[in-house]
């Protein structure tokens, strides 16, 4: 019965005699013009950049800096647009129509993954040195969480920031650094003390031209190819004590709920991109004849398809649930655990499913779905695996083993 109750209330709150969000005219306004931005500067060039496995993000987020994309929740002191997180949830729905999945990966880099932090907790004068340049397109960012031995387990980095005098002396190095090889600057999460592992550890601002930063290599993927993905070093790294974001100590916890902002980005996106491509597949399959009839047609895939959209609209409740709550100022991490988990599985069922219907087609490089399914196969890995969400919502039941970390 307690159990019971524990699970409810994970669903209920103050507010919940009220509406889940529902986008307004000036919402709609930011999406129609943010639109025609991706029609005009961006998808014309999407194969391109996706062939020459990188696009390129300074003309890129000058273009949406110019335009104010990047900064929409931001404060106007450093070129923001100060609006509510809900028209930053319209952009990154929006940013799902662009036809490359590394490019969308980027821009929520930018915008949303590495800021975030910055935005709540820097100082001014980090503000003005590291945040505006971003939100103008000025500066690419990229986030240093992830190391070689250190993926879901964040907990367990080795990097260093050792305090010498003034300055923080950095060595270690991050992996999976989306737009590192072209970054300006990069948020890197590092252990700044010996003490306990969930508060001793920091984020701080370094500039990538920094003497001893080294983008040792790129990689590749079998997906979001136009994402440079780098593995980055550190050796004897110095930066001021000011790069300093917010408190000592405190970065696991900062990173924490720059990781809430990542899974939202991420369902939004995701949730977007799944209706693309189911309509997609309504409109191929309603045009490819087989044995007499549309494909479309046969009751086992108008059935299929009708089941697979009727799992979106689910998947939806719940990410309104989730934006609602979080423009309410409440707690989401087991919603948007539970959120980030159901959405990117969804993506693999969807986007396999949709697949299944385009026969050869979909598995040639000529069409969107084949690119979707290797873009999208990497959102239940990415900002926590679907593992880490479930051992997150766990812990919120309070069914998780005792004496666990």
Same mark, same amino acid.
């Given at each position: 019965? =307690?159990?019971?109750?524990?699970?409810?209330?994970?669903?209920?709150?103050?507010?919940?005699?009220?509406?889940?969000?529902?986008?307004?005219?000036?919402?709609?306004?930011?999406?129609?013009?943010?639109?025609?931005?991706?029609?005009?500067? +961006?998808?014309?060039?999407?194969?391109?950049?996706?062939?020459?496995?990188?696009?390129?993000?300074?003309?890129?987020?000058?273009?949406?800096?110019?335009?104010?994309?990047?900064?929409?929740?931001?404060?106007?002191?450093?070129?923001?647009?100060?609006?509510?997180?809900? !028209? &930053?949830?319209?952009? $990154?729905?929006?940013?799902?129509?662009?036809?490359?999945?590394?490019?969308?990966?980027?821009?929520?880099?930018?915008?949303?993954? %590495?800021?975030?932090?910055?935005?709540?907790?820097?100082?001014?004068?980090?503000?003005?040195?590291?945040?505006?340049?971003?939100?103008?397109?000025?500066?690419?960012?990229?986030?240093?969480?992830?190391?070689?031995?250190?993926? $879901?387990? #964040?907990?367990? +980095?080795?990097?260093?920031? =050792?305090? &010498?005098?003034?300055?923080?002396?950095?060595?270690?190095?991050?992996?999976?650094?989306?737009?590192?090889?072209?970054?300006?600057?990069?948020?890197?999460?590092?252990?700044? $003390?010996?003490?306990? #592992?969930?508060?001793?550890? $920091?984020?701080?601002? =370094?500039?990538?031209?920094?003497?001893?930063?080294? #983008?040792?290599?790129?990689?590749?993927? /079998?997906?979001?190819?136009?994402?440079? %993905?780098?593995?980055?070093?550190?050796?004897?790294?110095?930066?001021? =004590?000011?790069?300093?974001?917010?408190?000592?100590?405190?970065?696991?916890?900062?990173? /924490?709920? &720059?990781?809430?902002?990542?899974?939202?980005?991420?369902?939004?996106?995701?949730?977007?991109?799944?209706?693309?491509?189911?309509?997609?597949?309504?409109?191929?399959?309603?045009?490819?004849?087989?044995?007499?009839?549309?494909?479309?047609?046969? &009751?086992?895939?108008? !059935?299929?398809?009708?089941?697979?959209?009727?799992? #979106?609209?689910?998947?939806?409740?719940?990410?309104?649930?989730?934006?609602?709550?979080?423009?309410?100022?409440?707690?989401?991490?087991?919603?948007?655990?539970?959120?980030?988990?159901?959405?990117?599985?969804?993506?693999?069922?969807?986007?396999?499913?949709?697949?299944?219907?385009?026969?050869?087609?979909?598995?040639?490089?000529?069409?969107?779905?084949?690119?979707?399914?290797?873009?999208?196969?990497?959102?239940?890995?990415?900002?926590?695996?679907?593992?880490?969400?479930?051992?997150?919502?766990?812990?919120?039941?309070?069914? !998780?083993?005792?004496?666990?970390?």
């Amino acid at each position: 019965m =307690v159990l019971t109750r524990r699970i409810f209330s994970l669903f209920t709150s103050p507010h919940l005699t009220t509406r889940f969000f529902t986008p307004t005219s000036e919402h709609e306004a930011l999406r129609d013009n943010l639109n025609k931005l991706i029609e005009k500067d +961006i998808n014309p060039h999407c194969k391109k950049w996706d062939k020459a496995k990188r696009f390129p993000a300074h003309e890129v987020f000058k273009k949406l800096g110019d335009a104010g994309y990047l900064g929409i929740n931001r404060e106007v002191e450093y070129g923001g647009l100060g609006l509510d997180y809900s !028209y &930053q949830a319209i952009a $990154s729905e929006t940013f799902a129509n662009i036809e490359s999945g590394g490019v969308i990966m980027g821009i929520g880099v930018q915008c949303d993954i %590495t800021t975030t932090a910055l935005s709540n907790h820097g100082s001014h004068e980090l503000k003005q040195q590291f945040l505006a340049p971003t939100i103008a397109g000025d500066w690419v960012a990229c986030l240093g969480v992830s190391e070689v031995g250190s993926g $879901s387990d #964040v907990a367990s +980095i080795k990097t260093k920031a =050792v305090k &010498q005098g003034e300055e923080y002396v950095i060595n270690g190095g991050k992996m999976w650094t989306s737009n590192g090889a072209q970054a300006d600057w990069i948020c890197i999460l590092a252990n700044t $003390s010996d003490g306990p #592992v969930h508060r001793n550890k $920091s984020l701080i601002c =370094v500039p990538m031209r920094t003497e001893g930063v080294k #983008v040792h290599r790129t990689i590749d993927k /079998m997906g979001m190819h136009a994402s440079d %993905t780098a593995e980055i070093t550190f050796e004897d790294v110095r930066v001021p =004590v000011t790069n300093l974001i917010g408190e000592e100590g405190k970065g696991f916890k900062y990173q /924490m709920e &720059q990781f809430q902002n990542e899974r939202i980005y991420a369902a939004a996106g995701v949730i977007a991109g799944l209706d693309r491509a189911i309509a997609a597949t309504i409109e191929y399959t309603s045009q490819r004849q087989a044995f007499g009839q549309s494909i479309l047609d046969n &009751q086992y895939v108008h !059935y299929k398809i009708a089941e697979m959209q009727t799992e #979106v609209e689910c998947c939806r409740a719940l990410y309104h649930k989730c934006l609602d709550d979080y423009l309410a100022g409440e707690d989401i991490t087991p919603i948007a655990s539970m959120l980030k988990l159901k959405s990117c599985r969804l993506a693999r069922q969807v986007i396999d499913g949709c697949l299944q219907f385009w026969g050869g087609m979909g598995y040639t490089d000529d069409v969107m779905i084949s690119k979707m399914y290797c873009d999208m196969r990497i959102m239940s890995i990415g900002a926590g695996a679907d593992e880490v969400m479930l051992q997150i919502i766990s812990k919120y039941m309070g069914i !998780y083993p005792e004496g666990k970390p």
